[in-house]
């Protein structure tokens, strides 16, 4: 897996993938004051403080930084990648990341939330598993954004679904896929 690339967005789905967590241990207290400020900055502190906070370490185990209540996981940014990528989503966005990573399809009706609103690392605008840059996978840079997940297509059908989107609009990424998903910028 590129780091560089995918640390961001699928680390997140690995998170997600992998949410059966290890409690972390007391005398990282310092480092996990400020791993949890910045999976906190993925969401409005009304849901960010709520939520279960969760890293992964450089061997891909989980570990839960602190247990939530309201349903939504949040993960800190990662820092090596280019921009910022903390991210927070429900348990129906959790279950359709955990499909994508296993490449299966998602549970249908099952729509789920997903917030970043500290940006997002550049992805491929069309291939949910591309690790770089091409001439044909559409990379772009998206800024802080919420996203919409296991919609039914008729939802996905009122947003543009172009390969190279306008960023500053709501449109469909990875659209054809079993993955597409509505990106909504807020800023």
């Not at 800190?76 to 499909?99: I, Y």
Request: aromatic share 8%; net charge neutral; with cysteine.
């Amino acid at each position: 897996m590129n780091r560089s690339v995918l640390i961001g967005r699928r680390s997140f789905f690995a998170f997600a993938l992998m949410i059966v967590a290890l409690p972390a241990a007391a005398k990282n207290a310092p480092d996990n004051a400020r791993t949890i400020a910045s999976a906190e900055r993925a969401a409005p502190a009304a849901v960010a403080t709520g939520a279960t906070i969760v890293t992964m370490d450089a061997n891909g185990t989980m570990h839960t930084l602190r247990e939530g209540h309201n349903g939504f996981t949040c993960m800190p940014d990662d820092p090596h990648t280019p921009g910022p990528d903390p991210m927070c989503m429900d348990k129906n966005a959790l279950e359709w990341v955990g499909a994508m990573m296993a490449h299966k399809a998602p549970s249908s009706g099952k729509i789920g939330f997903m917030y970043m609103l500290a940006g997002g690392t550049d992805a491929s605008n069309t291939d949910p598993y591309a690790s770089k840059p091409t001439s044909s996978n559409h990379w772009i840079k998206t800024g802080p954004h919420v996203m919409v997940v296991g919609a039914d297509q008729a939802f996905y059908d009122q947003y543009p679904k172009g390969a190279d989107p306008n960023t500053s609009t709501p449109y469909v990424m990875w659209a054809g896929t079993p993955y597409q998903h509505l990106m909504v910028p807020v800023k």
